[in-house]
């Protein structure tokens, strides 16, 4: 029988309140294999009162016990590795591999870095001449709301609970519906590292229904929410009136410009990883690719023959690159866009197929032969689908890559610095990689410019958005 995940309230594992539960899927073999809560705004109230009620003890807590409690966590989480990157692979159909390497690793290290963080921050002090003395004091907010997708599940999840509970706040998590399993032993875990009951609480459902309920709950201060931009905006609508903080991470549709005289070797293989890493479900994946016209042909040659290398199938195969999509409906998404990319006048020159097996599989596919104005080029098909397109100019792949209403992330390829850092300076977007990819330290920012999001997350800009500054001022 089917795992029956519960809700995670007050340090208890609860049912539903409506009863009502929804089948978990995996996308790799289509089997339903678990039942989670379809919870609504009667379990919201009860994660939130529970949060509340700890508040205050929580908030009072030592930055070296909340500290010493989120490293036991960490600790945790890393023990259980292996069987945390099993249930994150079977439950949204990326490679075992992958989340052995990337996922799991990255929820330690996000419950490290804000464990040790809070230990090092210091809050401003301005003297105004001989008259007052100004402090600031950085105070949690309170309860939290945080929303997370299913395509690095335990990755964001803990990307927004570490640094709100470092804070001193106390939260309510609610996880895509799609991925709710290493939540669920996220909430174990946090028992058996001592988190007092109440500070982290995780209720399941949907996004329209439980969601929906957190961002409008008059008791929740702040919304940490990351996903489409289209919920995004959804989510500022029931938030906003509310004068909730919120801080938005959205979609991208980012640019990869590949100049003549970059390292192509290194190029090429970075870019298999940046285009086809997790199918394609990286909100960081470069899908619009811009080559400078005089390698163009060579890099497509090259780039195609390396994707067709990749192998499709079962995710827990460790010699496999590329798993399965997270849903039929998503499937069906990106293979729409894939016929769309035809109807544009695209040429399919890798993959272009579902892959004939049990599961929601696509082959990595690359596209040429299209315009920056196509929907293709414009719209977040969030798969294994890259376009390559060829410009002539500096001035050429700037306008390109700043051609959409997106703005998260881009990487240049060049050895011609000085051409980096000035055409990194004027591209429209969060975050930019010059020479790599993916190459994160948790301190600096992360966030998306346009589109693509509102604030910023990562580092110290985390702590500061989990906490309210107020300004004390004494005369002297
Ligand atoms: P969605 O926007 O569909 O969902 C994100 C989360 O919001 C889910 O937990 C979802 O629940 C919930 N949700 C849905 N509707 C509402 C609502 N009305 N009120 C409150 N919460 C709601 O995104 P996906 O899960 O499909 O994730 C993919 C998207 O996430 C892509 O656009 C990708 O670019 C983006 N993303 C952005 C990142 C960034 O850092 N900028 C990082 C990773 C992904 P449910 O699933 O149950 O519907």
Redesign the pocket.
């Known amino acids: 029988m089917a795992q029956q995940i519960l809700n995670f309230i007050d340090g208890m594992f609860r049912e539903p309140r409506d009863g009502i539960w929804i089948d978990d899927v995996n996308p790799a073999t289509e089997e339903v294999i678990a039942g989670i809560p379809d919870s609504d705004s009667a379990d919201i109230d009860d994660a939130v009162l529970a949060a509340k009620r700890a508040f205050p003890a929580w908030a009072a807590t030592p930055a070296a016990e909340r500290s010493r409690l989120l490293l036991r966590l960490a600790d945790a989480i890393e023990k259980n590795l292996d069987e945390l990157a099993r249930l994150e692979s079977i439950d949204s159909g990326k490679t075992l591999s992958l989340a052995r390497r990337l996922d799991i690793p990255r929820a330690v290290a996000n419950f490290r870095f804000f464990a040790t963080a809070i230990l090092h921050d210091a809050s401003e002090a301005h003297v105004t001449d001989n008259a007052a003395l100004n402090y600031t004091l950085r105070q949690p907010l309170g309860v939290v709301g945080l ?6 599940p335990l990755y ?1 999840l803990s990307w927004k609970i570490a640094p709100a509970i470092a804070a001193g706040n106390t939260c309510v998590a ?5 991925t709710p399993l290493t939540a669920n032993r996220l909430a174990e875990l946090s028992l058996e590292a001592g988190i007092p009951p109440g500070v982290i609480n995780i209720v399941h ?4 229904k ?3 309920a ?2 409008r709950h008059d008791d929740v201060a702040a919304i940490s ?8 905006a ?2 500022a609508a ?1 938030a906003a009136p509310r004068f909730k903080k919120l801080s938005l ?4 549709k980012n640019p990869n410009i590949i100049f003549a005289d970059a390292d192509l070797d290194d190029a090429i293989a970075t870019s298999v990883r940046s285009s086809f890493w997790n199918q394609g ?4 994946c470069g899908s619009r690719i811009f080559v400078e016209r005089s390698i163009h042909d060579t890099f497509v040659e090259r780039f195609g023959a390396a994707a067709r290398t990749l192998r499709v199938g079962d995710p827990l195969d460790d010699l496999t690159d590329l798993g399965a999509l ?1 849903s039929a409906e ?1 499937l069906q998404k990106v293979t729409r866009y894939i016929e769309l990319a035809k109807e544009e006048g695209g040429a399919v020159v890798a993959g272009g197929r579902q892959v004939d097996r049990k599961g929601f599989f696509v082959e990595p596919t690359i596209i040429t032969g299209l315009g920056t104005g196509c929907r293709v080029l414009q719209e ?1 098909i ?1 798969g294994p689908v890259v376009t390559v397109t060829p410009f002539d100019d500096e001035a050429e792949a700037i306008r390109f890559a700043n051609s959409t209403r997106y703005g ?1 992330s881009a990487t240049i390829w060049t050895r011609d610095l000085q051409r980096a850092h000035r055409v990194a300076a004027v591209i429209d977007s969060g975050t930019v990689w010059i020479n790599c990819w993916l190459l994160r330290d948790l301190r600096v920012p ?3 410019m346009k589109e ?2 509102v604030g910023r997350e990562g580092g110290f800009e985390s702590l500061r958005f989990f906490t309210e500054a107020k300004n004390v001022c004494v005369r002297l």
């Not at 929303?147 to 690095?152: G, K, R």
């Not at 929410?225 to 995004?232: A, L």
């Open positions: 929303i997370s997708p299913w395509n690095l964001l609610k996880p895509s519906e799609l459902g949907l996004g329209a439980a969601g929906r957190l961002t929410f990351t996903g489409g931009t289209v919920t995004g959804g989510v029931n991470e959205l979609g991208g479900e990286i909100c960081l997270i998503h977040e969030f998260l992360f966030g998306g693509s999001g």
